[in-house]
């Protein structure tokens, strides 16, 4: 019997664990109807498994913006990303023609790491997708930190990057058919300049929650380690990013239309295939808080 306390879904959901290391679907869940202890089981979930998949959640975007503030307070997406017309808080990932958000998407990396402090979750839902390809890919870096050899670790063991997202971004200030600064490009680049100037992070943290340690670098924004010369430092990271980026440590998520995602961006990274030419994709993105 489910108790006052407790989510009735959790009674009835399946957990399927998808890897040894990342990833499980919850089944059972409507995410648009769920009570508070709904929402603590799935955070629980998420704790545990890095990142959660729900199938078939075609609701509207009013309901993923419900949805994903009950994990904590939404960030204002940066002058990169496009937002959606009547929801500010929404992120439209949006890939037509070869071009828009896979340019940048298709890099290894953790959203917003070049932030002071780095969003802890992300929520995602399919929108529009080509009808194959596109596929998400999900890499623990728990179990990218845990399978260092011991002589790495120790050398890593204290060590802090820069991590800065106005390159990442540079592509989305200039037009692809001219290669010139797109319509705004210049002022949002310089937004981007003065509200992002980068940030450093340990190489190694520990989640505040789980206490585990997890590796923190990531190809897309990670452009040096402090205290090393630019060879070291650049063979280091490619070092780690190699590392990280190994398939042993990854889950590959197949979308279909109103599936949501929500990761945990403290201990995981992710990277958006790009394997379907000129067709269309579209994404809703959340971007929760620390
Ligand atoms: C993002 C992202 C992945 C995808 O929007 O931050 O990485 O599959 N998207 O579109
Ligand atoms: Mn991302």
Redesign the pocket.
């Given at each position: 019997m489910a108790g006052k306390n407790r989510s009735k879904l959790s009674e009835t959901t399946n957990i399927s664990q998808l890897t040894g290391c990342i990833g499980a679907e919850l089944t059972g869940f409507e995410l648009d109807r769920l009570d508070k202890f709904d929402a603590a089981f799935i955070y629980k979930a998420l704790l545990k498994h890095q990142v959660v998949f729900f199938r078939d959640q075609n609701f509207s975007p009013s309901s993923l913006v419900s949805f994903a503030k009950r994990f904590g307070r939404l960030e204002t997406p940066h002058a990169g990303?496009r937002r959606l017309p009547r929801h500010p808080n929404l992120?439209l990932?949006e890939?037509k023609g070869g071009i828009g958000?896979?340019k940048?998407?298709e890099i290894w990396?953790s959203?917003g790491s070049f932030n002071f402090t780095p969003p802890k979750i992300?929520v995602?839902q399919a929108i529009k997708l080509p009808n194959v390809g596109?596929?998400?890919l999900f890499a623990s870096m728990y179990s990218a930190y845990n399978s260092l050899s011991k002589p790495i670790k120790k050398i890593i063991h204290k060590m802090e990057a820069f991590h800065d997202g106005v390159n990442a971004f540079r592509a989305s200030f200039i037009d692809p058919d001219t290669k010139r600064a797109a319509v705004d490009g210049e002022d949002k680049l310089k937004r981007m300049q003065s509200d992002y100037p980068g940030a450093i992070h340990p190489v190694v943290i520990q989640h505040s929650e789980t206490g585990r340690k997890a590796l923190y670098v990531n190809r897309l924004f990670t452009t040096r380690i402090l205290g090393l010369s630019d060879v070291e430092s650049r063979n280091l990271l490619n070092l780690l990013f190699e590392h990280a980026e190994q398939s042993t440590f990854q889950v590959r998520w197949r979308?279909t239309k109103g599936d949501v995602v929500m990761w945990d961006n403290r201990c995981t990274m992710?990277?958006?295939?790009m394997d379907y030419g000129k067709k269309h994709?579209i994404?809703h993105?959340a971007?929760i808080r620390d």
């Open positions: 990303l992120i990932v890939t958000s896979a940048y998407n990396h959203d992300t995602m596109g596929d998400t979308w992710h990277f958006a295939a994709r994404m993105r971007t």
